[in-house]
């Protein structure tokens, strides 16, 4: 089945630990992007990458970083300069980087990261 | 930045009526979309609008664009239970310093579907 793959669906994470969340898929789609949603909140864009080895902060990447290695591999760091990092955390990928003709997303069914 | 909003933030129906829920946006777009949440899940791509169309079905979901009034509506018609979630507007503009289009999410409707 093709699809967006999020590992794990829960994380917890101590003060001061940098942890990394895992988005996979397996739809040959060129850009992907990871997303925060709060609760009762809509998603904000962290980082979001058009093509291998490259990518773009999106409105509140400060505390993260990310990697674009593979096509199909786009995981989320979230280091401990990210003061409130507890959070439901969304990856999505859209076939066309650029947006002009199609922005549809697919998502994945997220990770929710706790600090304990 | 948040440039679609939804209203009303939480919508509460018996099972059979009609959901009407509103998007309001600041810029001038290329294209809206609708989105649905399950609690505690991803979002599922409902339907896609283009700047240039007014009004689009799929199913019993019919969606509204007004590009004079930067608004949309969704109708779900003869709602069901299973229609319980959250539904999310997303427009899309133009980033110039990425040079690609970008979808921003509003903070979504809360709907509950009552049997």
């Known amino acids: 089945d093709g699809g967006i793959t999020q590992s794990p669906k829960y994380l917890f994470r101590k003060e001061g630990q940098n942890v990394t969340l895992s988005c996979e898929q397996n739809?040959?789609?060129?850009?992907m992007y990871w997303y925060r949603q709060d609760p009762g909140q809509g998603l904000r864009l962290i980082y979001y990458?058009?093509?291998?080895?490259?990518?773009q902060k999106g409105d509140i990447a400060e505390g993260y970083s990310v990697s674009r290695e593979k096509k199909e591999s786009f995981p989320l760091t979230v280091t401990s300069a990210q003061k409130n990092p507890t959070a439901f955390y969304l990856c999505?990928?859209?076939?066309?980087?650029?947006?002009?003709?199609?922005?549809?997303?697919?998502f994945g069914q997220g990770t929710r990261l706790t600090v304990v | 930045s948040q440039q679609g909003e939804e209203d009303p933030q939480a919508l509460s129906i018996q099972e059979g009526e009609n959901a009407t829920m509103n998007c309001s946006y600041k810029?001038?777009?290329?294209?809206l979309q609708w989105y649905r949440q399950n609690s505690g899940r991803g979002l599922v791509h409902l339907i896609l609008?283009?700047?240039?169309?007014r009004e689009k079905h799929s199913g019993r979901l019919r969606v509204t664009l007004d590009t004079s009034k930067k608004s949309s509506s969704l109708l779900i018609t003869a709602s069901r239970a299973a229609d319980t979630a959250s539904y999310f507007c997303?427009?899309?503009?133009?980033?110039?310093?990425?040079?690609?289009?970008?979808?921003?999410f509003g903070k979504g409707t809360k709907l509950s579907v009552i049997p």
């Open positions: 999505a990928s859209s076939i066309d980087p650029t947006g002009a003709w199609n922005t549809e997303a697919f």
């Open positions: 739809l040959n789609h060129d850009a």
């Open positions: 990458s058009q093509i291998v080895n490259d990518f």
């Open positions: 810029t001038s777009i290329n294209n």
């Open positions: 609008i283009r700047s240039n169309e």
């Open positions: 997303a427009t899309d503009a133009m980033n110039s310093g990425a040079g690609s289009y970008q979808l921003t």
